[in-house]
Protein backbone atom coordinates (compact mmCIF):
# COMPACT_ATOMS: atom_id res chain seq x y z
CA UNK A 1 0.00 0.00 0.00
CA UNK A 2 1.68 3.10 -0.81
CA UNK A 3 2.54 5.80 1.56
CA UNK A 4 2.35 8.82 0.11
CA UNK A 5 -0.80 9.19 -2.55
CA UNK A 6 -1.03 11.97 -5.13
CA UNK A 7 -4.04 13.54 -6.67
CA UNK A 8 -4.93 14.01 -9.66
CA UNK A 9 -2.40 11.78 -11.55
CA UNK A 10 -2.58 14.60 -14.47
CA UNK A 11 -4.06 17.67 -14.84
CA UNK A 12 -4.64 19.82 -17.79
CA UNK A 13 -5.83 23.54 -17.67
CA UNK A 14 -5.45 27.21 -19.48
CA UNK A 15 -3.17 29.06 -18.29
CA UNK A 16 -4.52 32.00 -16.00
CA UNK A 17 -6.24 29.52 -13.79
CA UNK A 18 -5.35 28.18 -10.24
CA UNK A 19 -4.66 24.87 -9.46
CA UNK A 20 -4.42 22.57 -6.12
CA UNK A 21 -2.72 19.85 -6.28
CA UNK A 22 -3.22 17.09 -3.23
CA UNK A 23 -0.99 14.74 -1.64
CA UNK A 24 -2.20 12.58 1.34
CA UNK A 25 0.26 10.56 3.77
CA UNK A 26 0.11 7.60 6.29
CA UNK A 27 4.00 7.18 7.60
CA UNK A 28 4.73 5.95 11.32
CA UNK A 29 6.96 8.52 12.64
CA UNK A 30 6.76 11.96 10.22
CA UNK A 31 9.23 14.08 10.48
CA UNK A 32 8.75 16.75 7.19
CA UNK A 33 6.71 16.96 3.63
CA UNK A 34 8.60 18.35 0.82
CA UNK A 35 7.41 19.92 -2.79
CA UNK A 36 9.44 19.41 -5.46
CA UNK A 37 8.77 20.25 -9.67
CA UNK A 38 10.02 18.24 -12.07
CA UNK A 39 10.30 19.77 -15.37
CA UNK A 40 13.05 17.72 -17.07
CA UNK A 41 15.24 15.40 -14.76
CA UNK A 42 16.38 17.06 -12.03
CA UNK A 43 13.37 17.26 -9.22
CA UNK A 44 13.76 20.86 -7.88
CA UNK A 45 12.67 21.96 -4.38
CA UNK A 46 9.51 23.92 -3.64
CA UNK A 47 8.41 23.73 0.31
CA UNK A 48 9.28 21.99 3.09
CA UNK A 49 6.37 21.63 5.44
CA UNK A 50 6.90 20.78 9.23
CA UNK A 51 4.28 22.19 11.07
CA UNK A 52 0.65 22.35 10.28
CA UNK A 53 -1.20 25.33 9.54
CA UNK A 54 1.54 27.32 8.38
CA UNK A 55 1.46 28.44 4.91
CA UNK A 56 4.30 28.46 2.93
CA UNK A 57 4.58 30.66 0.00
CA UNK A 58 6.95 31.41 -3.00
CA UNK A 59 5.09 33.65 -5.62
CA UNK A 60 2.70 31.97 -7.21
CA UNK A 61 3.05 28.98 -5.30
CA UNK A 62 1.88 27.92 -1.72
CA UNK A 63 1.73 25.08 0.62
CA UNK A 64 0.14 24.00 3.64
CA UNK A 65 0.34 20.76 6.12
CA UNK A 66 -2.43 19.23 8.05
CA UNK A 67 -0.77 17.12 9.89
CA UNK A 68 -4.18 15.58 11.90
CA UNK A 69 -6.16 15.02 8.40
CA UNK A 70 -2.33 13.52 6.63
CA UNK A 71 -2.44 15.80 4.16
CA UNK A 72 -0.90 18.74 2.66
CA UNK A 73 -2.10 20.93 -0.49
CA UNK A 74 -0.42 23.01 -2.93
CA UNK A 75 -1.73 25.59 -4.98
CA UNK A 76 -0.82 28.04 -8.10
CA UNK A 77 -2.49 30.87 -8.71
CA UNK A 78 -2.52 32.48 -12.46
CA UNK A 79 -0.95 29.79 -13.70
CA UNK A 80 1.75 29.62 -16.69
CA UNK A 81 2.77 27.36 -19.79
CA UNK A 82 6.00 27.44 -17.21
CA UNK A 83 3.92 25.44 -14.47
CA UNK A 84 3.84 22.66 -16.58
CA UNK A 85 5.67 19.91 -14.45
CA UNK A 86 5.39 16.96 -12.61
CA UNK A 87 4.90 18.08 -9.45
CA UNK A 88 6.55 15.80 -6.94
CA UNK A 89 5.31 15.16 -3.12
CA UNK A 90 7.64 13.60 -0.65
CA UNK A 91 7.47 12.41 3.14
CA UNK A 92 10.33 12.21 5.52
CA UNK A 93 10.47 9.80 8.50
CA UNK A 94 12.25 9.58 11.56
CA UNK A 95 14.21 6.06 12.06
CA UNK A 96 16.03 4.93 15.07
CA UNK A 97 19.02 5.33 13.04
CA UNK A 98 18.43 9.18 12.33
CA UNK A 99 16.64 9.99 9.36
CA UNK A 100 15.27 7.82 6.88
CA UNK A 101 15.52 8.57 2.70
CA UNK A 102 12.64 10.37 1.54
CA UNK A 103 9.06 8.21 0.25
CA UNK A 104 8.07 9.47 -2.81
CA UNK A 105 3.97 10.19 -3.86
CA UNK A 106 3.83 9.08 -7.57
CA UNK A 107 3.57 12.83 -8.56
CA UNK A 108 0.79 15.01 -10.49
CA UNK A 109 1.34 15.52 -14.23
CA UNK A 110 0.30 18.94 -14.75
CA UNK A 111 0.04 20.54 -18.19
CA UNK A 112 -0.74 24.24 -19.14
CA UNK A 113 -2.10 24.61 -22.18
CA UNK A 114 -2.22 28.51 -23.77
CA UNK B 1 29.08 26.83 -7.65
CA UNK B 2 28.49 23.56 -9.69
CA UNK B 3 25.05 21.71 -9.07
CA UNK B 4 25.21 17.84 -8.63
CA UNK B 5 26.81 15.66 -11.30
CA UNK B 6 25.65 12.79 -12.44
CA UNK B 7 27.38 10.36 -15.30
CA UNK B 8 27.15 9.49 -18.13
CA UNK B 9 24.01 10.83 -18.72
CA UNK B 10 22.60 7.94 -20.25
CA UNK B 11 23.58 4.08 -20.88
CA UNK B 12 22.34 0.87 -22.60
CA UNK B 13 23.41 -1.96 -21.63
CA UNK B 14 21.73 -5.88 -22.01
CA UNK B 15 20.32 -7.98 -19.26
CA UNK B 16 22.83 -10.10 -16.96
CA UNK B 17 25.09 -7.24 -17.60
CA UNK B 18 26.79 -4.93 -14.66
CA UNK B 19 26.57 -0.86 -14.44
CA UNK B 20 28.31 1.41 -12.36
CA UNK B 21 26.61 5.15 -12.44
CA UNK B 22 28.66 7.51 -10.71
CA UNK B 23 27.32 10.95 -8.77
CA UNK B 24 29.68 14.16 -7.29
CA UNK B 25 27.54 15.82 -4.98
CA UNK B 26 28.07 19.95 -4.55
CA UNK B 27 31.20 20.83 -2.89
CA UNK B 28 30.85 20.51 1.03
CA UNK B 29 27.40 18.31 1.05
CA UNK B 30 28.79 15.05 2.47
CA UNK B 31 25.51 13.20 1.99
CA UNK B 32 24.36 11.41 -1.34
CA UNK B 33 20.88 9.59 -1.42
CA UNK B 34 20.08 7.95 -4.70
CA UNK B 35 16.76 7.06 -5.72
CA UNK B 36 14.99 5.26 -9.13
CA UNK B 37 12.38 6.69 -11.25
CA UNK B 38 10.35 4.81 -13.37
CA UNK B 39 6.51 5.55 -14.70
CA UNK B 40 5.14 2.88 -12.69
CA UNK B 41 6.31 3.51 -9.16
CA UNK B 42 7.58 6.59 -9.42
CA UNK B 43 10.66 7.76 -7.21
CA UNK B 44 12.22 5.44 -4.79
CA UNK B 45 14.36 5.61 -2.04
CA UNK B 46 17.68 3.40 -2.80
CA UNK B 47 20.19 4.20 0.13
CA UNK B 48 21.91 7.31 1.10
CA UNK B 49 25.59 7.66 2.06
CA UNK B 50 27.26 9.49 4.93
CA UNK B 51 30.99 9.84 5.03
CA UNK B 52 31.36 6.92 3.42
CA UNK B 53 28.75 4.52 5.61
CA UNK B 54 25.68 3.50 4.14
CA UNK B 55 23.32 5.01 6.57
CA UNK B 56 19.79 3.99 5.22
CA UNK B 57 18.73 1.36 2.58
CA UNK B 58 15.87 1.32 0.60
CA UNK B 59 13.86 -1.82 -0.23
CA UNK B 60 15.68 -2.86 -3.51
CA UNK B 61 17.82 -6.54 -3.88
CA UNK B 62 21.21 -7.00 -3.06
CA UNK B 63 22.15 -6.39 -6.39
CA UNK B 64 22.02 -3.06 -6.10
CA UNK B 65 24.59 -1.67 -4.43
CA UNK B 66 26.78 1.89 -3.67
CA UNK B 67 29.63 3.05 -2.16
CA UNK B 68 31.01 6.92 -1.30
CA UNK B 69 34.25 8.13 -1.53
CA UNK B 70 36.45 9.99 0.81
CA UNK B 71 36.02 12.91 -1.16
CA UNK B 72 31.75 11.98 -1.11
CA UNK B 73 31.36 11.07 -4.47
CA UNK B 74 29.04 8.39 -4.73
CA UNK B 75 28.93 5.19 -7.06
CA UNK B 76 26.15 3.13 -7.35
CA UNK B 77 26.47 -0.50 -8.95
CA UNK B 78 23.78 -2.61 -10.44
CA UNK B 79 24.69 -6.27 -11.14
CA UNK B 80 22.77 -8.70 -13.07
CA UNK B 81 20.55 -6.01 -15.16
CA UNK B 82 17.17 -6.92 -15.57
CA UNK B 83 15.15 -5.56 -17.81
CA UNK B 84 12.74 -4.42 -15.28
CA UNK B 85 16.12 -1.68 -14.40
CA UNK B 86 15.64 0.68 -16.85
CA UNK B 87 14.77 3.73 -15.20
CA UNK B 88 16.04 7.31 -14.19
CA UNK B 89 18.37 7.25 -11.42
CA UNK B 90 18.59 10.08 -9.66
CA UNK B 91 21.05 11.19 -6.78
CA UNK B 92 20.82 13.75 -4.48
CA UNK B 93 22.95 15.49 -2.15
CA UNK B 94 22.83 17.77 0.90
CA UNK B 95 25.08 19.09 3.26
CA UNK B 96 24.30 17.07 6.36
CA UNK B 97 21.59 13.81 7.10
CA UNK B 98 18.28 13.72 6.79
CA UNK B 99 17.65 17.43 5.37
CA UNK B 100 15.40 16.54 2.64
CA UNK B 101 14.69 20.34 2.12
CA UNK B 102 18.64 20.52 1.38
CA UNK B 103 18.21 17.97 -1.26
CA UNK B 104 19.61 19.28 -4.68
CA UNK B 105 19.33 16.74 -7.29
CA UNK B 106 21.43 15.54 -10.03
CA UNK B 107 20.11 15.40 -13.66
CA UNK B 108 19.63 11.66 -13.39
CA UNK B 109 21.48 8.90 -15.71
CA UNK B 110 18.78 6.94 -17.64
CA UNK B 111 19.28 3.15 -17.87
CA UNK B 112 18.26 1.09 -20.38
CA UNK B 113 18.40 -2.36 -20.28
CA UNK B 114 17.71 -4.49 -23.47
Known amino acids: EDKVVQSPLSLVVHEGDTVTLNCSYEVTNFRSLLWYKQEKKAPTFLFMLTSSGIEKKSGRLSSILDKKELFSILNITATQTGDSAIYLCAVGEMSGGGADGLTFGKGTHLIIQP | KAGVTQTPRYLIKTRGQQVTLSCSPISGHRSVSWYQQTPGQGLQFLFEYFSETQRNKGNFPGRFSGRQFSNSRSEMNVSTLELGDSALYLC?????????????FGSGTRLTVV
Open chain 2, 92 to 104: ASSRDRGRGYGYT
